[in-house]
């Protein structure tokens, strides 16, 4: 099992915990936390964009000029590509970018994530980020501790709302619910601070 350092939100440390090697200590798969990533960020696309056809512009309803006699070229309708204010040819039109991907699949890429994050040091476990109101300087003391050029603070689903309140304050710093982890967070972050019952938790759910 591997160990790593509780601290408190001072960032003094004042345990260990050991975490479950098939998570937090497993051979990190660049392919699938790749697969993942790129999911999340397509699905994140809202696909409205739209041209008009030919089919859709105004005009058209007639041939602009006989077909022959009068020297210029042959031309069907106004609605051609070609013309001003024509429709465009193979333009984009809505769509889903969205792709589906196993569970089993997900949960690889997240422990992957974890377990990179373990491997150089990035995973800070937090004892409690429970705070008595919203103090954004305390947040911001724990992160400039382990000197966090970005973060991800990952607080129990359903609590600890001053701690989430205190780190969206914080610029390049991002509160989520444990419930709300994923791998291209984990990825985009060089920090991921995680409370300890958000940490059990995961356990509960990728072990």
């Known amino acids: 099992m591997t160990q790593v350092a509780v601290y408190n939100l001072e960032g003094a440390q004042v345990g260990e915990i050991e975490l479950n090697d098939n998570i937090f200590n497993r051979q990190v798969n660049v392919p699938v936390m790749h697969q993942a990533a790129t999911l999340f960020l397509a699905s994140q696309r809202r696909g409205t964009h739209a041209t008009k056809t030919r089919a859709m512009v105004s005009g058209g309803g007639r041939k602009p000029w006989k077909q022959k006699g009068t020297g210029r070229a042959r031309a069907g309708s106004s609605r051609s590509p070609i013309w001003r204010a024509g429709g465009i040819t193979f333009g984009p039109s809505p769509r889903k970018y969205g792709f589906s991907m196993p569970r089993k699949l997900r949960r690889v890429a997240l422990a992957s994530a974890l377990s990179d994050k373990v491997q150089n040091g990035n995973l800070i476990v937090v004892d409690s980020l429970d705070m008595e109101a919203p103090k954004t300087k305390t947040m911001a003391g724990l992160l400039g501790k382990f000197e966090a050029r970005s973060a991800l603070v990952v607080v129990p689903s359903g609590a600890c709302e001053n701690a989430v309140k205190s780190a969206r304050n914080i610029e390049k710093a991002l509160p989520v619910e444990v419930t ?28």
Not at 186 to 205: M, N, P, Q, R, T
């Open 180 to 207: 709300s982890m994923n791998t291209y967070y984990v990825l985009a972050h060089e920090k991921l601070f995680i409370a300890k019952d958000a940490l059990s938790w995961l356990e509960g759910v990728l072990g």
